[in-house]
């Protein structure tokens, strides 16, 4: 018996989901004529307009073009000299960025270990045993990930607690929200959700990710203390990450903030996420296969398999040394993408 029709690399990454229709309308739209470059034009003032109204609060936002520069741009507004960044040891910007953060802004990260890519505040504590020794790069912030490399998700309580012990000695705290959207729409609490999850709790900054909800290449920064947002335009120049035709990013956030379209979006993606688990868990031994919390399912799989089925639909490994790779949904991610994908599975581990 062969194998059915491939779902391609529809379970690879919400980074290789295409952009969503209304994204690619409203890019359309925008261009048409000439506008000013730079953000001087309708659609940027919008777009910020649209994220003052998303925080319930005035907050300064750039946009920018990737998540990577999000992040540097973010970090490089809230350090000050010889200070370094506090992050889990599975963060973006800790394992997949190159070293960006550390190369661009000369700025020492200090990895924690995490579960779950989850960092407490234990270890924050002990971290920060470097405050007032001349000897170590001073702690000047804490960077989370919500939702983390791993699918899980902070409570607003964990923020909160991690926020109240960074600011008790001097940090300032950063949110790497590139999928901040799943973490909203899993909590269930709509727009009320993000605002406890960042504004109440304290946050300074966020990185909120778009690329990743059906954006086309639109990252934002978002500074919530506008005390350290006054060097951020100056900065976004410097890190590369001011666009020239800005409007073509803001006419994609327009897109996706009007009418809550990016929590839809998540959420259809973390919905996609559980029937995937559903799917798939029972053609997996016992215990193969977490129940996801956003969009992403991390099974256990024989190496032999996990091959054999990466060559007919790509994935990507995730811990290597446990066997365990990621399957992860997207807003456009279909049920018969998911019955193709089981059907997948069934045929190769003879089930």
Not at 1 to 12: D, E, Q
Not at 173 to 199: F, P, Q, S, T, Y
Request: glycine share 10%; net charge negative.
């Amino acid at each position: 018996m062969s194998m059915p029709p491939s779902p391609a690399c529809a379970f690879a990454s919400d980074n290789a989901a295409g952009a969503h229709p209304l994204v690619l309308e409203a890019l359309v739209e925008a261009n048409h004529g000439h506008a000013l470059a730079y953000g001087e034009d309708r659609w940027t003032k919008r777009c910020e307009a649209l994220f003052d109204e998303l925080f319930g609060q005035p907050v300064t936002t750039l946009l920018a073009v990737n998540g990577t520069g999000a992040n540097v741009l973010a970090l490089a507004g809230l350090l000050n000299q010889a200070e370094a960044v506090l992050c889990s040891d599975w963060s973006h910007i800790n394992v997949d960025e190159t070293g960006a953060p550390e190369r661009v802004l000369g700025a020492k990260l200090i990895p924690l270990r995490s579960v779950a890519g989850r960092v407490s505040v234990a270890e924050v504590e002990r971290a920060c045993g470097a405050l007032g020794n001349p000897h170590h790069a001073q702690p000047g912030v804490l960077s989370l990930t919500q939702s983390t490399e791993w699918g899980t998700c902070y409570s607003v309580d964990d923020i909160g607690a991690l926020v109240e012990a960074a600011h008790a000695r001097g940090l300032r705290v950063h949110l790497d929200g590139a999928r901040i959207a799943n973490a909203v729409a899993a909590l269930g609490h709509g727009v009320g959700g993000l605002r406890e999850m960042v504004v109440e709790t304290g946050v300074d900054a966020i990185s909120f990710g778009g690329t990743k909800n059906g954006l086309f290449g639109a990252e934002a920064v978002i500074f919530l203390n506008l005390d350290l947002a006054a060097r951020g335009q100056y900065l976004r120049k410097q890190v590369n990450q001011l666009a020239s035709k800005m409007r073509f990013i803001s006419a994609q956030f327009c897109a996706a903030l009007e009418d809550g379209r990016w929590l839809d979006w998540a959420g259809h993606a973390n919905a996609m996420a559980s029937e995937l688990h559903r799917a798939t868990a029972p053609l997996l031994p016992e215990g193969a296969i977490g129940s996801p919390e956003v969009n992403s399912v991390f099974p256990v799989l024989p190496s032999e398999a996990a091959a054999t089925l990466r060559d007919w639909c790509f994935f990507w490994d995730w811990d290597t040394t446990a066997d365990q790779y990621r399957w992860m949904t997207a807003w456009d991610t279909s049920p018969d993408d998911i019955s193709r994908f089981a059907a997948g599975v069934a045929h190769v581990l003879g089930r």
